[in-house]
């Protein structure tokens, strides 16, 4: 096997998706490396509509911390891999998944916290138009920006499979598919009550590492 391509196929993986996996890049600890293992469910399909989204965001987008910056794509013995920024707090640590921040906020008392965290995540989603084919907790990092600032990042389900995609293009149509898909969300369990937790004032807690693949 040629030196260029990076060996995976004996590395543990950070983790596994429906249709990827997910691995650190080992010559940059700041980035990950994704790998589409399950072609025959949608993974290539997935796999491009996810670029072609990223192709347009980045004509246009300035702020990315609610996103993974995708880096093009590197040789692996697993197949074409994926570069994308690591999710990582400032302290170093891997972000923990939104379901597994619900669940520790939950267990500390600390619904304000939890309702800070998703008023940032839905006020970023529509200040930068941002799509996505739904939204579900396993899928958004709670990356830690300090002791006392969380902000969410969405590493899967990005972009949008119509035909004719009319949320991508338009902020009107945009903005009515994102207050549907909150609605929904906001039904999870995990956020039950949320509606009159106060906001925080107190420090977050420290979350136990974890990360999505997507």
């Not at 972000?95 to 600390?110: I, K, P, T, Y």
């Not at 990092?141 to 389900?157: A, F, I």
């Not at 995990?190 to 509606?195: A, M, S």
Request: charged content about 25%.
């Amino acid at each position: 096997m040629a030196d260029s391509v990076v060996r995976l196929s004996d590395v543990a993986p950070l983790g596994t998706g429906r249709h990827r996996k997910c691995y650190l890049h080992p010559g940059n600890p700041g980035r990950c490396i994704k790998i589409v293992y399950n072609q025959e469910s949608g993974g290539d399909k997935e796999l491009l509509r996810e670029l072609g989204y990223y192709a347009h965001l980045g004509r246009r987008l300035k702020d990315w911390s609610g996103l993974p910056a995708y880096h093009g794509t590197i040789e692996t013995d697993l197949g074409t891999g994926y570069i994308y920024d690591i999710i990582k707090d400032y302290d170093g640590h891997t972000s923990v998944s939104l379901d597994e921040f619900a669940r520790q906020c939950r267990e500390n008392g600390d619904l304000r916290l939890l309702r800070q965290t998703l008023l940032q995540l839905k006020r970023w989603l529509a200040e930068h138009h941002i799509v996505t084919m739904n939204l579900k907790p396993q899928n958004i990092l709670c990356r830690r920006l300090s002791p006392t600032e969380v902000m969410p990042v969405v590493v899967d389900n990005i972009g949008e499979a119509s035909l004719l995609p009319l949320a991508t293009w338009s902020r009107w149509f945009c903005h009515r598919k994102q207050a549907r898909q909150w609605q929904r969300f906001m039904a999870h369990p995990l956020f039950e009550g949320l509606d009159q937790a106060p906001l925080p004032q107190r420090v977050p807690p420290r979350f136990t590492p974890s990360h999505g693949a997507g």
